[in-house]
């Protein structure tokens, strides 16, 4: 019987660190499998360029929308039953996605993206309530396991399409979810709300009237609006420069590996800086130089696709970082959290429809890569901004009133 209490005792902390990896695997991937076959959907469905960043657009809308309210799911149904769930949505997400109707499409999308919202939100709250002592460790081991997974899907989505047809590389990823909820199930027993300090639903307040907030929001949101872009378009931009369908996904995959990399190398440094101006200009810098080399020198777009993830990378990390670093208290940490999804993912949503229809109205991808350079410069100005040792409200500054 002792021996049999020791296994069980060692089991379920095993079982919660491999669900909680696996949760983390979902929160990308089957949104990112879909920009490596974007063309033969255009095809298939008779999708313009605007149409198809839709696929894009509609889980982004789902997390600005969905996601500043995931804590109140959890504190009506629990943190584990709500994790539960959306893993389910995004299973369901999945399976609809990939029945082979275009309102099957972008209805599935829309469900993976609310399920993928709750996870995105709850996730970080999980991690704060059963390692609180390790939470830069854990958070950069799920940003490696998300990483990963998404990589993973990238670089096969090509080589399943050309073996098995379009629906079999977007219905794959439906192993994820499912591996996911075997495992999560171990955890349904409990019933516990929320860790103090998870992104609560957007109001108004001195968080919504400081000047720091709107930079760190600011900051965070074109980091995600480029990187969307280049998750719905970079396949495109690289096979209209000449690269092969497959080495255009397995760069995309290799840009979404170098972004988990800031979660290992600067996880544990950053919050022991003086300030964080000069990383979070050197991650918007590296963004602009990848998308300016994207254009000019498109045959070292394996160094441009590296080089751009890792600076996202780099920047989304930076960015949750400040939501602890830059508030007074940990309610005030919640609302500035909030504040930045619900805000940052809304401002993304807009990003890959319009490189779209940018696309449609030039004929080219240069103007989009050097739009986004603009926008990159504009990122810099915002981390710098953000990045300067400051709280929200110190000392009453006129800025932040």
């Known amino acids: 019987m002792n021996h049999r209490y020791a296994a069980l005792t060692v089991a379920r902390p095993a079982l919660l660190v491999v669900g909680l990896l696996l949760i983390a695997a979902n929160l990308r991937a089957p949104v990112t499998d879909v920009a490596p076959v974007l063309q033969t959907l255009e095809s298939v469905f008779t999708l313009s360029p605007a149409q198809a960043g839709l696929l894009t657009t509609l889980p982004l809308l789902a997390f600005g929308i969905i996601s500043p309210f995931a804590v109140i799911f959890a504190k009506e149904y629990g943190l584990e039953h709500s994790l539960f769930g959306a893993l389910l949505l995004i299973a369901g997400g999945v399976a609809v996605r990939s029945l082979g109707n275009a309102w099957c499409l972008f209805l599935g999308t829309?469900?993976?993206?609310?399920?993928?919202?709750?996870?995105?939100?709850?996730?970080?709250?999980?991690?704060?309530?059963?390692?609180?002592?390790?939470?830069?460790?854990?958070?950069?081991?799920?940003?490696?396991?998300?990483?990963?997974?998404?990589?993973?899907?990238?670089?096969?989505?090509?080589?399943?399409?050309?073996?098995?047809?379009?629906?079999?590389?977007?219905?794959?990823?439906?192993?994820?979810?499912?591996?996911?909820?075997?495992?999560?199930?171990?955890?349904?027993?409990?019933?516990?709300?929320?860790?103090?300090?998870?992104?609560?639903?957007?109001?108004?307040?001195?968080?919504?009237?400081?000047?720091?907030?709107?930079?760190?929001?600011?900051?965070?949101?074109?980091?995600?609006?480029?990187?969307?872009?280049?998750?719905?378009?970079?396949?495109?931009?690289?096979?209209?420069?000449?690269?092969?369908?497959?080495?255009?996904?397995?760069?995309?995959?290799?840009?979404?590996?170098?972004?988990?990399?800031?979660?290992?190398?600067?996880g544990p440094v950053v919050g022991r800086m003086k300030d964080q101006?000069?990383?979070?200009?050197?991650?918007?810098?590296?963004?602009?130089?990848?998308?300016?080399?994207?254009?000019?020198?498109?045959?070292?777009a394996t160094l441009w696709a590296f080089c751009f993830g890792l600076g996202s990378g780099g920047a989304v990390l930076l960015a949750l970082i400040f939501m602890g670093l830059r508030a007074g208290s940990a309610h005030q940490a919640a609302a500035l959290s909030g504040m930045a999804q619900c805000v940052g993912y809304l401002l993304a949503a807009g990003g890959p429809a319009l490189a779209g229809r940018l696309h449609d109205l030039t004929g080219s991808w240069t103007a989009v890569l050097y739009a986004g350079r603009g926008l990159a410069s504009v990122m810099v100005v915002f981390g710098c901004l953000a990045g300067r040792s400051r709280t929200i409200g110190e000392a009453h500054a006129p800025s932040d009133a």
């Open 110 to 266: 829309t469900l993976i993206g609310c399920g993928i919202a709750v996870d995105n939100v709850l996730l970080p709250s999980l991690v704060k309530r059963d390692f609180p002592a390790k939470v830069a460790t854990m958070t950069g081991m799920c940003a490696i396991a998300m990483g990963a997974a998404a990589a993973v899907a990238s670089a096969s989505a090509v080589p399943l399409s050309n073996a098995f047809g379009w629906k079999t590389t977007l219905g794959a990823t439906l192993l994820l979810p499912l591996v996911a909820l075997a495992v999560w199930s171990s955890q349904l027993s409990s019933h516990t709300v929320p860790a103090k300090g998870t992104a609560t639903p957007p109001h108004g307040g001195r968080v919504w009237r400081s000047a720091l907030a709107w930079q760190v929001t600011l900051f965070m949101g074109i980091n995600s609006l480029l990187y969307y872009v280049l998750i719905a378009w970079l396949p495109s931009m690289l096979t209209s420069a000449g690269l092969s369908r497959s080495a255009a996904g397995s760069l995309h995959g290799m840009m979404q590996l170098a972004s988990a990399i800031p979660g290992v190398l600067l």
């Open 277 to 300: 101006k000069g990383v979070a200009v050197a991650t918007g810098a590296l963004m602009g130089i990848a998308l300016v080399g994207l254009c000019v020198a498109p045959a070292w």
